[in-house]
């Protein structure tokens, strides 16, 4: 059984930066398909960070820049460095496979920016 933790999440204000874990344990076929995603309640669940089949890190469009992604293969983790956050990045934020079917979702992390 494949378990996903998020955490890292808090309040700051716009400018700051956050860096959430994604700990994964159980059987996973590498960190490659692991992406992070966000939710808020006005917006579905989007993928906003992942790696490309090159292993390239891929964005979407309002996070390019700000954001960057990382594996830690001692940790089994899947990080998101977010820097230099808007109001529009509050949201829960979680890991998942970036294809296919996902595994169990986890808690996520709530991040809360304010102006």
């Known amino acids: 059984q494949v378990q996903l933790v998020e955490s890292g999440g808090g309040s700051v204000q716009a400018g700051g930066s956050l860096r959430l874990s994604c700990e994964v344990s159980?059987?996973?076929?590498?960190?490659?398909?692991i992406g992070w995603y966000r939710q808020d309640p006005r917006r579905s669940r989007e993928l906003v960070a992942r790696?490309?089949?090159?292993?390239?890190?891929i964005f979407v469009e309002d996070v390019r820049g700000r954001f960057a992604i990382f594996k830690d293969t001692v940790k089994n983790s899947v990080d998101l460095q977010m820097n230099n956050l808007r109001p529009e990045d509050t949201a829960v934020y979680f890991c998942?496979?970036?294809?296919?079917?996902?595994?169990?979702w986890g808690r996520g992390t709530q991040v809360t920016v304010s102006s």
């Open positions: 998942n496979r970036d294809s296919g079917r996902p595994y169990p």
């Open positions: 159980g059987s996973v076929s590498g960190l490659d398909g």
């Open positions: 790696w490309s089949i090159l292993g390239d890190p």
